[in-house]
């Protein structure tokens, strides 16, 4: 269950552009997924690592002002 939960952070952030920008700059993962829980999603690193893997996503981010290539559109 918290995978879907995951995958419901991913699919947000791909129809928000204010959640994508919030997300985008949080390093590291373990932050990124602290904020995750606060906001009310509810997974793991282990869970969130498991969901990328799965769908062939990087947690790396590029570029100024940093991106994610993470979000589901």
Do not use: H, Q
């Amino acid at each position: 269950m918290a995978k879907k939960e995951a995958e419901r952070l991913l699919i947000a952030g791909g129809e928000s552009r204010e959640l994508r920008l919030k997300y985008d700059t949080l390093e590291p993962k373990s932050a990124f997924v602290e904020e995750a829980n606060k906001d009310g999603y509810d997974f793991t690193e282990v869970e969130f690592d498991e969901v990328l893997r799965e769908s062939g996503d990087d947690f790396a981010s590029f570029g100024n002002p940093r991106k994610r290539a993470i979000w589901w559109f």
